[in-house]
C-alpha cells in the first residue's frame, strides 16, 4: 500500500529530475541571445526551470501538509492493475532496444491481447504480427520514416 504523501513526494521528485534534465539539455545548445534570437535552449531551459520549481513547491507544500495526506493512494490489488499495465510496457522498450520496434510491437500486442484480452492464441500472434506489418508499410514504405530495427529486419534486408 501507498500513502497519498509517498505519492506527492515521489511524483514531485521525479517532476523536479525531469525538469532538470531539461535544464541541463538546454544548456548544451545555448540559452543566451544569439544573432538571429534566442538560442535553441533558451525555451527548454526556462521551461525546465518551471518545472524544477512547480515540483520544488509541490514537495513543500505535501511536507507542510503532511498530516492531511496519510490516506491510502494504492491499494495492493490497485498495484497489481498498474503493474499489469506497466511491467508489459518496460518490456517493450527494453526488447525495442535489442530485436528493433517492429518485432517488439508484434510480440507486445501478441502478449497483451492473450494475457490481458483472453483472444486466442492464433488471433493474438496474427495480430501482433498484422501490426508490426502495417506499421513497416506506413511508417518505412509510405512515409519514409525510419524506426529502429534490430536483428530480424537485417536478416530480412529490410534496412
Do not use: C
Amino acid at each position: 500500500m501507498i500513502s497519498r504523501f509517498s505519492a506527492e513526494i515521489g511524483t514531485a521528485t521525479l517532476t523536479a529530475g525531469l525538469g532538470l534534465a531539461a535544464v541541463v539539455g538546454a544548456l548544451e545548445f545555448g540559452i543566451g541571445w544569439g544573432d538571429a534570437g534566442p538560442e535553441p535552449g533558451a525555451f527548454p531551459f526556462y521551461i525546465g526551470l518551471l518545472v524544477v520549481a512547480a515540483s520544488i513547491g509541490n514537495l513543500v507544500r505535501a511536507t507542510v501538509g503532511r498530516h492531511g495526506l496519510q490516506s491510502v493512494f494504492l491499494h495492493k490489488e490497485e498495484a497489481k492493475r498498474v503493474a499489469s499495465f506497466f511491467v508489459p510496457m518496460l518490456a517493450f522498450v527494453v526488447v525495442a532496444r535489442l530485436l528493433g520496434l517492429y518485432v517488439a510491437t508484434a510480440l507486445y500486442l501478441a502478449f497483451v491481447m492473450r494475457v490481458q484480452g483472453k483472444y486466442r492464441l492464433a488471433v493474438s500472434i496474427a495480430s501482433g504480427i498484422a501490426a508490426a506489418v502495417i506499421f513497416y508499410f506506413v511508417l518505412e514504405v509510405a512515409f519514409q520514416v525510419p524506426l529502429m530495427k534490430g536483428p530480424l529486419e537485417a536478416a530480412l534486408g529490410l534496412y
